[in-house]
């Protein structure tokens, strides 16, 4: 029954994007039939990834205060919109048109299937060419979404502009054009299927290089340098974002195949389910033996982690793998948190902990477990190290994650410390006290609420 549903579906998409000079008076032909079929189920794929950024939107707004939720909320609308343009203007050219090793010279100002030629690298699939742009669109929005996260709370709302502009056309289209659009690794073969370096670790990098600069937040840490536990205004929030996330990713990793043919997608969802789900549960029992409880915030963030080391992994490793990928992630991404916490990084949403870490260890995952039949399939790379692909795969893989987390951190540093020469990134200390809703936008995200607290203050004083 749910295939006969799936199958109506993409009928459906197909009929309301595929040309419809391509069904003539004769009817359609096979190959029309098949294109028709893998654009819809990409589209769909597009459709479930967009919608990621609802998620984020609740995940980051429930993880911090009452007074700062609205601007945090709206921000996710903000960069989608900043990561649209410019991907559309310059970004899609410069990561997949025709050009260099280290970025794309072509299809700028991108205008239509008409451009097919200028994209060589995309060629691979017969998607039409304005759904694969709508798809590579909506990754680079999920990793600026990344990128924002880590300056929660105390960034100004210009930063998130003018950063968002230079981190979708000079920072990430760099490194997709490296690993997916034909660039220098592309050519050493590095296995990276849906983006645990290209989308996570590079949003992930340039989130920590702002926290750095940005500094702590206000009361973050006591006298002594230890951390203070600044809890976001509603958990339940946390949760539906999370949840959310998880079910955009089925279109994040299995969209990835770009058809619903021979149901590889399906193999893909399969690995990418259970890594989430051993993430979970592996970040919840490492929290409950260091706190003594069990503690939500981690193992939402032990599910992400898992995701974003399986999304990278999920085509080219076995089931098992992708329990014991998800199983390490969660675990590892709870105690580098609290390590980096502990060193005096305040990262609200701990980016770079859940994307960064854990986006290393999905890249360097495929060079221990990367199975020969998966490869042959997906056609990238070699077998993984435990394999018996030796350590070329896995040397790819490393090489990967140090070139694009040192040209990100470096990229980053630049344009930020630049920016907080000129004209500053962090709100005044005033600002920061009554919350960047009121300070930012004028209107608080919950004016009833805040409203209330703010008479029960000045009755106390």
Request: charged share 10%; with cysteine.
């Amino acid at each position: 029954m749910k295939r006969k549903w799936l199958c109506f579906v993409l009928a459906m998409l197909t009929l309301t994007i595929y040309p419809v000079s391509a069904f003539a008076a004769d009817g359609p032909t096979a190959p029309d039939l098949q294109i028709g079929l893998d654009t819809a189920f990409t589209y769909l794929a597009f459709i479930l990834v967009f919608f990621m950024q609802a998620g984020f939107a609740m995940l980051e707004a429930g993880s911090v205060r009452m007074k700062n939720a609205g601007h945090v909320a709206g921000k996710t609308v903000l960069t989608l919109a900043i990561a649209s343009i410019c991907f559309w203007a310059l970004g899609f050219g410069l990561g997949f048109g025709n050009g260099n090793s280290f970025f794309g010279t072509t299809g700028f100002g991108y205008g239509g299937d008409s451009m097919a030629s200028s994209f060589e690298s995309l060629a691979f699939s017969d998607v039409t060419l304005n759904v694969k742009f709508l798809f590579q669109m909506a990754f680079a929005a999920v990793s600026l979404a990344i990128v924002s996260g880590g300056m929660a709370e105390r960034a100004k709302l210009s930063v998130y502009i003018i950063f968002g502009i230079l981190f979708s056309v000079f920072i990430y289209p760099v490194v997709a054009h490296w690993v997916w659009g034909g660039g220098w690794l592309a050519t050493m073969g590095m296995q990276d299927y849906a983006g645990s370096t290209v989308v996570h670790l590079t949003g992930a990098t340039a989130a920590v290089v702002a926290t750095i600069l940005l500094k702590p937040r206000l009361g973050k840490f006591n006298k002594e340098g230890k951390p203070v536990i600044i809890p976001g205004h509603n958990q339940v929030f946390t949760v539906l974002g999370v949840i959310i996330l998880w079910f955009g990713w089925f279109g994040f990793n299995p969209g990835s195949a770009l058809s619903p043919m021979g149901g590889f997608f399906g193999y893909v969802a399969l690995t990418t389910n259970i890594a989430a789900a051993a993430g979970g549960l592996a970040a919840l029992v490492a929290s409950w033996l260091y706190f003594g409880k069990s503690d939500i915030p981690a193992m939402l963030n032990g599910v992400l982690a898992a995701l974003v080391a399986i999304t990278g992994a999920c085509a080219f490793v076995e089931p098992w793998a992708a329990f014991v990928i998800g199983l390490v992630a969660g675990a590892f991404t709870f105690m580098t948190s609290q390590w980096l916490e502990r060193a005096g990084l305040d990262d609200p949403i701990y980016a770079f902990s859940v994307h960064g870490i854990a986006g290393m260890w999905g890249a360097v995952s495929t060079g221990l477990f990367a199975t020969p039949e998966l490869v042959e399939t997906v056609g990238i790379g070699k077998a993984g190290l435990f394999y018996g692909g030796g350590v070329h795969q896995l040397g790819v893989q490393v090489l990967g994650v140090i070139g694009t987390f040192a040209f990100v951190a470096i990229l980053s540093f630049v344009f930020l410390y630049i920016m907080k020469l000129v004209s500053g990134i962090r709100v005044t200390e005033e600002e920061e006290l009554m919350g960047l809703d009121i300070s930012e936008h004028g209107t608080y995200g919950y004016p009833e609420q805040m409203k209330l607290i703010s008479e029960s203050e000045s009755q106390k004083k």
